[in-house]
T-cell receptor, first 112, second 115 residues
């Protein structure tokens, strides 16, 4: 099954700065989804971007999708301590019902 | 409130003692699935269900069973748990677009320790 891979694996920034995380995948997709996970807790959906979309915003979050490069990025602007979490991209397999394939995530630390 | 609930949240058991982790969603979602999360391995799908009485294997189904008798419930059954099933388990549900899963809603997780 295809796989999303996040980059970097870990990121530490100061509060107020912007954080950018990247995701690459291997095959064609129907949509790409970003999730956040606070330590040991359930995943929370952030944004779903469809294959025919190039950019999507939600509050301080901005997601871009480049299907020609098979990559996506998640930008968090004006970061806050509460943004400290792991962030995952996930893709459902094209044309199939198999589960979302998750990358191993980017662990983001926001330092006050 | 739209949600996915799982029970129990924490469970310590011994090898071979059958257990069931329940999962329930109140969003009338067709698609439900179980994942396990392990350090260094990320989230991996165990089983999924596209509707009542329709289930299929995910990436790591060995040692697990599921059933989908009602749309809202999707229990995960470990008939004879082993220590390698010690993990953090998540249930999730979503709409099915006909082509792919839409936004997945995750339960809070069940932390299982098998001694």
């Amino acid at each position: 099954s295809q796989q999303g891979e996040e980059d970097p694996q870990a990121l530490s920034i100061q509060e107020g700065e912007n954080a950018t995380m990247n995701c690459s995948y291997k095959t064609s997709i129907n949509n790409l989804q970003w999730y956040r996970q606070n330590s040991g807790r359930g995943l929370v959906h952030l944004i779903l971007i469809r294959s025919n979309e190039r950019e999507k915003h939600s509050g301080r979050l901005r997601v871009t999708l480049d299907t020609s490069k098979k990559s996506s990025s998640l930008l968090i602007t004006a970061s806050r301590a509460a943004d400290t979490a792991s962030y995952f991209c996930a893709t459902p397999p094209g044309g199939g019902a198999d589960g979302l394939t998750f990358g191993k995530g980017t662990h983001l630390i926001i330092q006050p | 409130e739209a949600q996915v609930t799982q029970n129990p949240r924490y469970l310590i058991t011994v090898t071979g003692k059958k257990l069931t982790v329940t999962c329930s969603q109140n969003m009338n979602h067709e698609y439900m699935s179980w994942y396990r999360q392990d350090p260094g391995l990320g989230l991996r799908q165990i089983y999924y269900s596209m509707n009542v009485e329709v289930t299929d294997k995910g990436d790591v189904p060995e040692g697990y069973k599921v059933s989908r008798k009602e749309k809202r419930n999707f229990p995960l059954i470990l008939e004879s748990p082993s220590p390698n099933q010690t993990s953090l388990y998540f249930c999730a549900s979503s709409l099915w677009s006909g082509q792919a899963q839409e936004t997945q809603y995750f339960g809070p997780g069940t932390r299982l320790l098998v001694l």
